[in-house]
């Protein structure tokens, strides 16, 4: 496993390459002229220059792109235009507080959907199942922005049980990493259901029942465990999106992650700092969806790691 | 793995997540109990906490251009001038200044014994190293255009130093006033731009702490402070927050004393709030479209005229503002220097048939409007094609996001090349002088992509007038030249000229002193928490 786990990660390195380019002329065609959005709008055409010439905007495509990549090869991301600060530092003050809140919205989530995924589908068409399964609908289909602002409202305004905003204490996370949860929370409610549905109908499952198991060791024991396997895919992915800074969360609740500083990056069209969070947002999934494949093997120990697999 | 022991190790996974990610945080503001009734003022140890729009760009003033990161400036530095609360221009740094007839020659009497934070005096040696900083184009500062005309300064003595303009430019006090010709420490000058955008010291009322990106930015009161009793608070801790509904709910949990801005449209949710009242203040922005006047139909004044009889700016002031703005009877807002007031043209659509139907458009004509996509500036321009459409001009709006809107204008070399026609435009001269607020509007030198003058207005007389006003230091003349200008500007029509926004901000009542300028640069010098 460990041997598997090193190849994938070096075969990441000419995807990344690959995603880098692409990234870089991504950035690239977006109309707007960074300089003249940086220097504001009562600038003089000097210090929009000025601007240019700094950041080597000024400079032909090609010459920036190697000059880009040239840097990337020895770890450096580059200059911030809008703040003129190291890019990898920007970087690494976001990402702890993004990672945080997206491990508790995780850990919310997976608990509440799979709870409620498992609950309906064995209750399947009872009224657990109909509240379960409203719920998860609801979960889907509130816009997050629209839940976060009354979160607030009801838990801040009115009860003044929590902060609005900000990060800090345990009592800052409970309401952004809700509102984050709600969502996936309800995915994986959908997903554990009509997976978990499936595996009950199976022969193995029957045969268990036949043997005089009961019922709560049939679901327990053999088919939860195989009806896992969808959800974590799916749930893996979805960590990956949350790790990619949810912007609306973030800027509901004043979270200072990486969401926020992607969006204000993209207004500001600051080339480096968006580069650099493409390529970061690629990192991650590819670092999840191998830790993806080496957990079907955990929950399925008939999966197996070989050569070439 | 049993599901009961897998989701107990989520939840335990759940606590160690919260656990740790709380380490780091303070806990210091205890927020529950501050539910619906009146927030507790905090201790003036405690301080103020002011929510704000965006994050912080940079603690540089000279490399700054926006007026959030000038409101946290204003706290730490000071410039040799600065603006009072109607925007006259006051000594600060500096004791008295004077100027030469033709305006090429500024002396400054500084005021003595001042100390920079980090113990660096404050004399002329330190304003010639600002000054030689601001005005080297090598230094590639964000404002150098504030000092470009410099050639040299000379310190004269201890306490007085001369600046030595190229050619004459009569507004320099107001340049030497803007927030960004503030005084940096000649000690903190020698770390590279990088480092002093984060390390600042000047000689203001407070002092940096901390800045935490995205989450806060701390200054405490500088205890060496010249001025006797001043500050009043011992801390201020601004919040980026860019939600506007989440700043309104921090002023009604009391997680802030001061907000700014506040959307029209939730000043009625505050106003319910016990404790908590809305300030409203005349900006420098003038909202105003302007017409292209090298395309037809706008080459005739007429039809520009027109379409000024033909807006109702009473309620474009209630639609788009909920009233929090006022008719704007000039191209520059009144609290800008050497503003003269014009008679207004009133809504009459009929007056604007009549105008169109002499310019040859008895039936109306097409036109595209090009303006920004936030939902305030849709509804602006949602308005003036209800309103044209009743005077039969059919008009097409066509909402662009910053970047492309801005490639479109400014991508554009050559004036008679550009598909420009309608621009739903805002502008706010950050000197709060005629120049700034004309000059790259309507003189004909101002063609994008040189600067704003979207109307591609040409007048010589204007020219000249902008142009004289710059060449003297004689307000009274300035003021002469300036009036003029803006008669014929008006006159001719190049814009629709539609409102002055209000600023709008929260406050907690116990909160005193804390100040805007009409530029939307906050004064925090003489805040205070007041008891009742």
Request: net charge negative; aromatic share 10%.
């Amino acid at each position: 496993m460990l041997k598997y786990s090193v190849k994938r990660i070096l075969g990441m390195i000419p995807l990344l390459f690959v995603i880098s380019i692409i990234a870089f002329m991504f950035v690239h065609l977006i109309p707007g002229d960074p300089a003249r959005l940086i220097a504001g709008t009562d600038a003089t055409i000097e210090e929009i220059e000025n601007i240019r010439e700094k950041y080597g905007l000024d400079q032909p495509l090609y010459q920036q792109y190697f000059d880009y990549m040239g840097n990337l090869f020895q770890g450096d991301l580059g200059q911030s235009i809008v703040t003129g600060r190291p890019v990898l530092d920007m970087l690494l003050e976001r990402f702890g507080p993004t990672l945080s809140l997206t491990l508790a919205s995780m850990a919310w989530a997976l608990i509440f959907g799979l709870l409620i995924g498992v609950i309906s589908a064995v209750k399947r068409n009872k009224w657990p199942d109909h509240l379960s399964m409203f719920l998860a609908v609801s979960g889907v289909s509130i816009p997050s922005f629209w839940l976060g602002l009354m979160m607030i409202q009801l838990f801040s305004v009115q009860l003044g049980w929590f902060p609005t905003g900000g990060i800090g204490g345990i009592e800052t996370y409970i309401l952004p990493s809700f509102t984050l949860g709600a969502g996936v929370a309800a995915i994986i409610a959908r997903f554990t259901r009509s997976s978990l549905m499936d595996v009950l109908k199976e022969d193995y499952i029957r045969t268990g029942r036949s043997k005089g198991l009961t019922e709560y060791k049939v679901i327990n024991r053999h088919a939860v465990r195989n009806a896992l396997i969808p959800v974590v895919t799916m749930s893996g992915l979805q960590f990956g999106f949350l790790l990619s800074g949810s912007i609306i969360t973030e800027t509901i609740f004043s979270w200072p992650g990486l969401g926020r500083l992607l969006i204000n990056s993209i207004t500001a069209r600051d080339y480096p700092v968006i580069q650099s969070e493409i390529l970061l947002f690629s990192l991650e999934f590819l670092l999840i969806n191998l830790l993806v494949d080496l957990l079907y093997g955990f929950l399925n120990p008939k999966i197996r790691y070989e050569e070439g697999s | 793995m049993k599901l009961s022991r897998l989701l107990t190790v989520l939840s335990l996974a759940l606590v160690l997540v919260v656990a740790g990610c709380s380490n780091g945080g303070d806990s210091e503001e205890d927020t529950s109990s501050k539910n619906n009734e009146k927030a507790t003022p905090p201790s003036s140890e405690e301080g103020l906490t002011i929510a704000v729009e965006s994050n912080f760009t940079s603690l540089d003033p000279h490399d700054t251009n926006d007026n959030q990161s000038y409101s946290a400036q204003s706290a730490i530095y000071e410039g040799l001038l600065g603006f009072d609360e109607d925007l006259n221009i006051v000594p600060v740094l500096a004791k008295d200044y004077s100027a030469n007839e033709d305006s090429t020659e500024f002396t400054f009497t500084l005021k003595e014994g001042i100390k920079f934070h980090d113990g660096a005096p404050f004399n002329a040696e330190a304003v010639k190293a600002n000054i030689d900083r601001l005005s080297n184009p090598e230094s590639q500062l964000r404002r150098a255009s504030l000092f470009e005309l410099v050639e040299k300064t000379e310190v004269l003595s201890e306490y007085e130093v001369k600046v030595t303009l190229k050619e004459p430019f009569g507004a320099m006090p107001n340049n030497f006033a803007h927030p960004a010709a503030a005084m940096i420490s000649p000690k903190a000058l020698e770390q590279s731009n990088q480092d002093l955008a984060r390390n600042p010291a000047g000689t203001g009322p407070f002092e940096f702490v901390e800045w935490k990106s995205g989450d806060h930015l701390t200054v405490k009161k500088n205890e060496d402070y010249r001025e006797e009793g001043v500050p009043k608070v011992d801390q201020i801790k601004f919040k980026p927050v860019p939600e506007s509904g989440s700043r309104v709910a921090m002023l009604q949990t009391g997680e802030a004393d001061f907000a700014f801005p506040v959307a029209p449209n939730q000043v009625e949710t505050l106003k319910e709030e016990d404790g908590v009242s809305i300030e409203t203040k005349p900006s420098l922005v003038v909202k105003y479209f302007s017409m292209n006047t090298m395309k037809e139909p706008f080459t005739n004044p007429k039809v520009r005229k027109a379409l000024n009889y033909a807006i109702d700016k009473e309620a474009y002031i209630k639609v788009v503002y909920d009233g929090y703005a006022s008719t704007t009877k000039s191209v520059i807002a009144p609290n800008t220097q050497h503003y003269e007031e014009q008679e207004v043209y009133e809504y009459d659509p009929e007056k604007a048939k009549e105008l169109l139907a002499e310019a040859g458009y008895p039936d109306g004509f097409e036109t595209t409007i090009w303006g920004g996509t936030s939902s305030l500036k849709q509804k602006m321009m949602s308005f003036y094609k209800q309103q044209l459409s009743e005077v039969g001009v059919t008009l097409n709006v066509v909402p662009m996001e910053g970047g492309t809107l801005g490639d479109k204008i400014w991508g554009v070399d050559n004036p008679e090349d550009a598909e420009l026609e309608l621009y739903n435009g805002g502008w706010s001269p950050s000197t709060a002088d005629a120049d700034w607020g004309m000059r790259p509007l309507f003189s004909s030198n101002s063609f994008p992509p040189d600067a704003y003058n979207t109307a591609y207005y040409k007048n010589e007389k204007v020219d000249e007038l902008l142009q004289k006003g710059l060449s003297t230091a004689d307000d009274e003349k300035r003021g002469e030249y300036y009036a003029e200008a803006q008669e014929i500007i008006w006159d001719e029509a190049p814009w629709v000229p539609l409102a002055v926004p209000d600023l709008l901000y929260g406050k907690q009542d116990y909160v005193n002193g804390l100040t805007m300028l009409p530029s939307g640069v906050m004064d925090l010098k003489q805040a205070e928490i007041v008891s009742e």
